[in-house]
């Protein structure tokens, strides 16, 4: 679990580069922190992994204070760093062993980890190569390999997919997914949106240092973007005229052979509406919700963060 | 501990295969390693044939011990990067950040990398020594006796601990490996005046004397671990503190500490000098004390052992009496001869190089000539005995009118300035090096500027128009 209250870090006396950070991630639960580069999520994760002490705030990872118990921090958790960070002469194999034997692996697990991970990232022929020589993909695959290699209770992964082909990426996505559903608690840093939408239960969008959103896909839709809207298609044109909308139900836009709604309840609200379509006699051939991405959610909440005009 | 060896060693050996692997280390090294001694053995051949030729058995006896403690040196100077590199050059690749975020030690991991540091080098100087006591065996040149040779390689193993410490602490401190490079002349040089004054020891010294030298290179090594260790901080490799020179932050600090909370002189002198002296109690009761060591040993050093040298007869010392008597006279204008200001100049300038040598030897070379200093004035007072003055007399008349100002102000500067070192030395829990060492010298600045000048002044003063007039007042008591 992590949980922060108030974090901060301050630099030079004069420039905070996190400022009042408050979050909560609990166990199986992937939250991804998104934000422009120098926003402030990199300094946050390293008060998380105890490299950097808070100036204000405190957090707590996997049961234990960042300030208190750096060591047992540093023990529990997995981190996926900006850069990968690889001993360029040491071959895949001598690299995960060298941090297995830093995080007091026994000979035996650092085998079946080492072998397990290098199996699982598709880089077993290449265990015995010296990573310099490996593809940026497969550097990227070892460094998260290192990340996992002592099974921890929490995971900080910065861009974890990036420089990887589709495939890999599909994996390294399968396994985050995978570790989710064994109780890890994860962040993911990225800027890769779609990314985020696919594996994140909660997303933080953070700017200056400051939160500026936090919660749900579904949530920072409605706070952003409001409510969510419904386009009605007919099979030939279709003349609603005075149209008895249900509460919470207004008509955004038309076209001859489509209507669009938006819904303050669609639970609710959706059924009456598809009743009163119909008894219409309308050519109704589909009704859905228009689809709202994160990368949306995101533009606009920068947007309005820069006070610039969003442009759909 | 068992556990800390083995993380030692893990960061080491980790080090070392990183090392041993890139030919563009190992082979210039082995290259240089071996090359040199060849080199150094014509060398030895040349000085040999050109000493027998024109005599200079001297250097001769000793040109052995000479070269072997410089080939030892040579493969340390260039293995430094090795050292210098060890931080820096992990965070400028990028590696540094998944090891710092292990849960290794930072003891841990800066041991291993101090380890690695020195034992490279080493073993580039014990090899380059053993292929040239192996090629100079078959030279007509004395060998060097196994004392001997044992004293040079201790001394060798000195100075790769002093130089390997100090690389790694401007590694921990400096923000690229081209600032680091270039910091690295402040090992190198400071170790090659050093090895010259070793040098000078080995030529006319006795062999013994070398003990001093590895004594003095081992404390200033362990000092350097110590600075190391104590600055030593996760957040100092990453954070941005470290990027940036920011004068005016500099200025605002040192402004803080050395004003205080006072806001006028007044406030100043009874707030923060009490408060400065309070800080400063530990300090100055080791300084007074072993100013009292060096000062009442130098004294009983001198009644003892200068008879011995030098035949004191009664008709000697009425002599020595009798010139003191008609010298003084000259004492009537001495503020002509030396205005009160250049001698405050001085003793202020004295203080001052107190301070800098401190700095560099993190208050040891600051205090030893200190105590050389009292030391002195015992060994005055020793003579004066000897020549049938009464010491006490001397003491009192000569040198306590000015002395209760000048000395109190020299106490306070040598115990603040051995402060600024052992600050250096002590973790200091959210400061940088930088920071620690600027707190520090604004520290001694509040104590030199509130006390030592105005003391300083007040003594030259007492120096010039008062002691002279008791010296001959109170000399026909002598």
New interface residues.
Partial sequence: MIETHDLSKQ???D?W?VDGVTLNVQPGRILALLGQNGAGKTTTV?ML?A???PTRGWARVAGYDVTKNP?EI??S?G?L??????????TGN?YLD??G????LSPKTRKSRSDYLLEYFGLSEAAKRRSGEYSKGMKQKL?LA?ALIHDPSVLLLDEPTSAMDPESSRLVRDEIARLRSSQRTIIICTHNLAEAEALADHIAIIYRGKILLNGTLEELKRTVLGPVEYEAKFAEAFDAGELDLPEGVALVSRSGTSLRFRIEAPHVANPKLVHALTSRNAPLISFQEVPRKLEQVYLKTMADAQGVAYAA | MRRDFEAIWMVARREFLDQFRDWRIVVPMLLLVTLFPFIADDTTRQAVNFMNRFGGDLILDNLVPFVVLVIGFFPLSFTLVVALESFVGEKERGTIEPLLSSPLEDSQMYLGKLLVGIITPLVFSYGSIGIYLALISRRPVEFPGPYMLALILLLTFAHAVLMVSSAIVISVQATTIRAANLLASFVVVPVAFLLQGETILIFWGNEDVLWFAIAAVTLLAGLLVRLGLAHFRREYLLGREIDTLNFKWIWRRFKERFVGEARSVLKWYSIEIPRSLRELKQSLMIVTGLALVAGVASYFWVVVNVPSYIDLTPEMKSEIRTLVSENLSSLDNLGEQLPAPVLFLHNARTTVVFLLLGLVSFGTLGLTLFLANIGLVGGVLGAANLVGFSPLLAFVSGILPHGIFELTAVFLATAAMLKVGAQLVTPQPEKSLGETLLLSLADWFRVFVGLVLPLLAVAALVEIYVTPALIQLAFPYF
């Fill in positions: 630099y030079n006396s420039f580069a390293r992994t490299l950097l002490v060591q540093r023990s958790v981190v760093t900006e850069q990968h960070g690889l001993y360029m002469r040491m001598e060298f941090f034997k830093v995080y007091g460094a290192r």
